[in-house]
């Protein structure tokens, strides 16, 4: 008889849960945790390491802890081109990187690589805050990426091992280290010099060795790689103002429910500016830094003869980039 009581008062509470439509089953369902996993190849104080960790942060608040991200920094899971494969293939949920290597997938993205297109920081935030920058993350989808956001990286300017660059000439025989992308070399072959596709964690060797004469960067990526201990160097040219992207695996991205991936996009969106403000702190730092180390800044650089040096870079990739090309430059 006591047996046969409890069997019945299990159905009972079974049936009061299913007549409540099942909300205590429901609930736990709901409330699965879900872990992202984050790369970055800069270090953990690196202005878009904290960037991504402002988002997880957002995240975990949110939802009182049932959504984070792990943020692994300084290359933990790769260089930035096998980061990028990793996520295109679900095997890594998010990654952050230059806008560069990822323009060899997505084409449409080279465009804001091209040398010169931003006229200032001000322009580039215009420009992928807007409607164009809007358009850019959803080409990315049919490639297996999910677009989250815009960080910023200030200029990209040449540093060298050799001698002060002031003119076109000083490039002349110089072998500069560039990103893995068809625009970077031949932004640099234009510009009379020798361009060296290679991984951003091979640099410093390669400079040290003098596989390389120099390389190109913003002011902390050179500061804080220790380029500066071997290349005395740096022309602020600023030829460059390529965006980093933040990308998510669409393999990830559309096992979530809706709510969960608005959360996610609203995280990335409320991570930017703060990314941004590190950011402008870390390059006047970096900036002070590198000339307490001796660095020589040159800053007394004519840019007119190597705008003009990029036109047959800018004719070679009309034919596919040529209406983005035309609206980012209306952009005022």
Same mark, same amino acid.
């Given at each position: 008889?006591?047996?046969?009581f409890t069997v019945l008062l299990v159905l009972a509470v079974a049936g009061f849960a299913f007549a409540n439509g099942g909300s205590e089953s429901s609930d736990t369902a709901s409330? =699965?945790?879900?872990? &992202?996993? $984050?790369a970055d190849t800069h270090a953990i104080?690196?202005?878009? !390491?904290?960037?991504?960790?402002?988002?997880?942060?957002?995240?975990?608040?949110w939802t009182d802890g049932r959504i984070t991200i792990e943020v692994y920094p300084s290359k933990q899971l790769g260089?930035?081109?096998?980061?990028? =494969?990793?996520?295109? &293939?679900? $095997?890594?949920?998010?990654?952050?990187?230059?806008?560069?290597? !990822?323009?060899?997938?997505?084409?449409?993205l080279s465009v804001l690589s091209l040398p010169y297109i931003f006229r200032s920081a001000e322009h580039s935030y215009k420009v992928v805050d807007g409607e164009i920058g809007d358009e850019l993350l959803a080409l990315c989808e049919p490639h297996g990426f999910v677009g989250l956001g815009w960080y910023g990286s200030g200029q990209r300017s040449f540093y060298n091992t050799k001698r002060p660059i002031r003119s076109l000439e000083d490039l002349d025989g110089l072998k500069f280290r560039v990103m893995q992308n068809?625009?970077?070399v031949?932004?640099?072959?234009?510009?009379?010099?020798?361009?060296?596709?290679?991984?951003?964690?091979e640099v410093y060797t390669a400079l040290s060795t003098g596989v390389i004469d120099g390389a190109e960067n913003n002011y902390p990526s050179?500061?804080?790689s220790n380029h500066y201990e071997v290349a005395g160097y740096y022309t602020q040219d600023e030829h460059l103002r390529v965006p980093e992207i933040i990308l998510m695996s669409k393999k990830v991205f559309d096992t979530l429910s809706a709510e969960d991936q608005e959360l996610i996009k609203k995280a990335a969106a409320e991570s930017v500016p703060y990314q941004r403000e590190q950011w402008d702190l870390m390059a006047a730092e970096s900036r002070k830094k590198m000339e307490e180390a001796g660095v020589e800044i040159?800053?007394?650089?004519?840019?007119?003869?190597?705008?003009?040096?990029?036109?047959?870079?800018?004719e070679k990739h009309a034919a596919t980039l040529g209406p983005w090309i035309e609206r980012i430059q209306a952009v005022k």
């Open positions: 008889m006591k047996k046969l409330a =699965e945790p879900i872990v &992202l996993k $984050a104080d690196y202005p878009t !390491v904290l960037g991504l960790i402002k988002m997880g942060e957002l995240l975990d608040e260089e930035e081109k096998e980061t990028i =494969e990793q996520v295109q &293939l679900g $095997a890594l949920d998010i990654v952050r990187t230059s806008v560069g290597p !990822v323009g060899t997938i997505v084409p449409e068809p625009v970077f031949d932004m640099v072959d234009a510009l009379g010099a020798s361009a060296t596709p290679m991984a951003y964690g050179f500061y804080t040159i800053t007394d650089v004519d840019k007119t003869p190597f705008i003009n040096a990029m036109a047959p870079v800018y």
